[in-house]
């Protein structure tokens, strides 16, 4: 369903070949813009769906991806012009590649999709992310405003939590799948009757 909050999240996406012409083509200030009009939008869409009681699969399912999509983008690009370390770009790359992947392989071994909500941790990775972009941005438009020990200590909490993060959600990921099996197999003294036999668990990976 593509109501409000959905469609602010779809022009969030639309806005991302803008923001990467515009900071590859020299212009870092318009860029800087329209990155804060895409954080201003996630904000949004987000307060309006918890307000109007809006969430919809669709929108579970656009969001992150929308965040994912211009994270991934922006430390490219920066990475290629020399504005963030390669290290932190690849462990970016690494940490979402493992998460779609992992993902991907659960929903293939039980055939059920895995109800994946976001952990501190994971929410810390994407402010820490995002500030890392931000202020590599601002540094662009305004040099002195961005000094090089800030933006260090911010590629160091990024690289950090993004780390912790990936591994987080792999081991739930691991937790889940060995509970479903569990849960399919038959204890000891178990009859061939119950609705209760070979039900996989309720909820997902939290």
Do not use: H
């Not at 940490?95 to 994946?116: M, N, P, T």
């Not at 976001?118 to 890392?132: C, D, E, H, N, Y």
Request: glycine letters at 12%; aromatic letters at 8%; one cysteine or more.
């Amino acid at each position: 369903m593509l109501n409000l909050p959905n469609f602010l999240t779809l022009v969030r996406i639309l806005t991302i070949p803008g923001f990467l012409i515009l900071l590859t083509s020299g212009r870092p200030g318009a860029a800087l813009v329209l990155f804060v009009a895409g954080g201003v939008t996630d904000a949004l869409d987000g307060a309006i769906a918890r307000l109007t009681d809006s969430k919809t699969e669709l929108g579970a399912v656009l969001d992150p991806l929308a965040d994912k999509l211009l994270l991934l983008s922006s430390f490219c690009v920066l990475a290629l012009l020399g504005a963030v370390p390669s290290w932190l770009t690849v462990l970016v790359i690494i940490r979402d590649v493992i998460l779609l992947a992992g993902y991907f392989a659960l929903f293939v071994v039980s055939g059920e999709r895995i109800a994946v909500r976001p952990s501190v941790i994971g929410k810390a990775t994407t402010f820490f992310q995002l500030a890392s972009v931000t202020v590599v941005l601002v540094g662009f438009v305004w040099p002195g405003a961005a000094p090089g020990g800030v933006r260090t200590t911010l590629f160091l909490l990024a690289g950090t939590t993004t780390c912790v993060s990936g591994l987080q959600y792999m081991v739930r990921g691991l937790s889940w799948l060995q509970q479903r099996g569990t849960a399919a197999t038959p204890g000891p003294g178990a009859g061939t009757s119950g609705s209760a036999m070979g039900a996989p668990p309720q909820g997902g990976v939290s």
